[in-house]
């Protein structure tokens, strides 16, 4: 997670805990919302990293198949 989405975290928890100690419910909403977006964001950024790896390891599969083929061609 990064600190942006750790901060939203953070003040979405404070915002619900403030929210339900003041039975304030626009508040504790708002706070929940904040969590949320932060969540998505985290597996956004997960979901991101994965297939920029899955890209990788296609690529070296693609340059390994060349450099077969290329020292086939060779011998």
Do not use: F, P, Y
Request: charged fraction near 45%; aromatic fraction near 0%.
């Amino acid at each position: 997670m990064g600190l942006d989405d750790k901060m939203k975290e953070a003040v979405g928890k404070a915002k619900e805990g403030i929210g339900d100690a003041t039975d304030n419910e626009s508040l504790r909403r708002s706070g929940q919302a904040d969590r949320i977006e932060a969540n998505v964001s985290e597996l956004g950024d997960k979901a991101n990293d994965r297939v920029g790896d899955a890209t990788g390891a296609v690529a070296d599969k693609v340059e390994d198949l060349k450099d077969s083929v290329t020292d086939d061609r060779r011998h």
